[in-house]
């Protein structure tokens, strides 16, 4: 691996890290997870193959 | 015992022990993440909070002893319904777990490739796909995660601005067989219900099933979003392969036991390795090694080893 691909190697890993958490956080603030919830708490026949 | 001897007894055994401990951790994974048994003894699925998880693994949580939430069925959930058309929870979940962990998580942890390694220990002759066709094939798993997942729940919306989760209705065959089977089974009024696209979903399960037991990893190679999703990170995520080329002497043992039929010695790091440590065990010369790089935050690390 030469300097310039640890660079970027370092580059990627922060930004995806930063981006993945900054998403989290926005998906929380934004209740996603009760959109998650309400939809794994039922049994999803789509899912299953029913209708 | 001499010690050249046991070296070349250690050596020998090391894929078996290798491919136990992986079963190991494969199959406590699964336990894990559907350890609900009360979902599989009476008809119902568990409705406790550790359902609003996203889990980094391809389990339907429609599974009688699903605990956690499905990422690829929670993505199009959230982008089929009404408020949103992006999910950012479940997106930013697995780009921190694949920043983190790559494929390793394929290899190791989700319980539809335990499903798929345990298929493909039936005696059979495994079919080795030609390159021409391998190669167009690799790429259906991303036009799959682009379209069925995140487009056409995003753009494909009835009056109400509601979509179907395509993947999961269409194709997945996960579902079918974690939440489909054992609903179907004990729910009589369920499969009075089963109509046409019941039978396209089994249908798509016995070729995936079929499709594994003559090549590894079949639904991984070609189908899962969730892998396509991963591979994108597994050029730099903090667990990764190395390959030492100053003791690798070419034999080639580690693209012969690869069930992602990956060139390790060109690209140990490719998007299809599922980081599962079959060509590390098999290594004679101990070439490949594996390990967590924790110098993410660092500059000037020393690198001795060759990608």
């Known amino acids: 691996m030469t300097g310039r691909d640890r660079k970027l190697t370092r580059f990627l890993r922060i930004a995806a890290f930063s981006i993945g958490m900054i998403f989290v956080l926005l998906g929380v603030l934004r209740g996603e997870h009760l959109e998650v919830f309400a939809k794994a708490v039922r049994i999803c026949l789509e899912c299953i193959g029913i209708g | 015992m001499s010690g050249m001897h046991r070296d070349r007894v250690e050596t020998k055994d090391r894929p078996g022990l290798h491919e136990r401990f992986r079963l ?7 336990a894990l993440v559907n350890g609900y048994a009360a979902g599989f003894a009476g008809c119902k699925i568990f409705t ?4 609003m998880v996203c889990l980094p693994v391809l389990n339907c949580y429609s599974c009688p002893g699903a605990l956690g939430a499905c990422p690829i069925g929670s993505l199009q959930a959230v982008e089929g319904g009404a408020k949103h058309n992006i999910s950012f929870y479940v997106l930013g979940t697995l780009m921190l777990f694949g920043v983190l962990f790559g ?9 539809f490739g335990l499903v798929q390694d345990l298929l493909g220990r039936i005696p059979a002759r495994k079919l080795h796909v030609p390159e021409k066709i391998d190669k167009p094939l ?7 995660l682009a379209v069925l997942v995140i487009l ?7 009056q109400f601005g509601i979509a179907p989760p395509y993947f999961c209705k269409y194709i997945c065959p996960a579902g079918t ?4 089977i054992p609903h179907l089974l004990m ?19 016995i070729l995936v099933i079929l499709g594994s037991v003559f090549v590894p990893r079949f639904f991984c190679r070609y189908l899962c979003p969730l892998g396509a999703f991963y591979s994108l990170f597994n050029r730099f995520s903090l667990f990764r392969m190395d390959l030492d080329k100053s003791k690798c002497v070419d034999c080639k043992s580690c693209e012969n036991v690869c069930p992602m039929a990956v060139k390790v010695t060109e690209h140990i790091n490719s998007p299809e390795c599922i980081r599962c440590g079959k060509c590390k065990a098999v290594c004679p010369v101990d070439a490949i090694s594996s ?3 924790t110098d993410m935050l660092t500059r000037n690390v020393a690198v001795k080893k060759v990608d």
Request: charged share 20%.
């Open chain 2, 24 to 30: 190991l951790i494969q199959l406590a994974s699964a």
């Open chain 2, 48 to 51: 406790g909070t550790s359902k």
């Open chain 2, 103 to 111: 494929r390793l998580i394929c290899g190791f942890l989700c319980p």
């Open chain 2, 138 to 144: 690799r790429y259906l798993k991303y036009v799959i």
């Open chain 2, 152 to 158: 056409l729940p995003m753009l494909a919306v009835n």
């Open chain 2, 177 to 180: 067989l974690e939440g489909g």
């Open chain 2, 187 to 205: 729910n009589e009024s369920l499969r009075k219900t089963a109509g046409a696209l019941w039978n396209w979903k089994l249908g798509i399960l």
């Open chain 2, 291 to 293: 390990r967590f790089e």
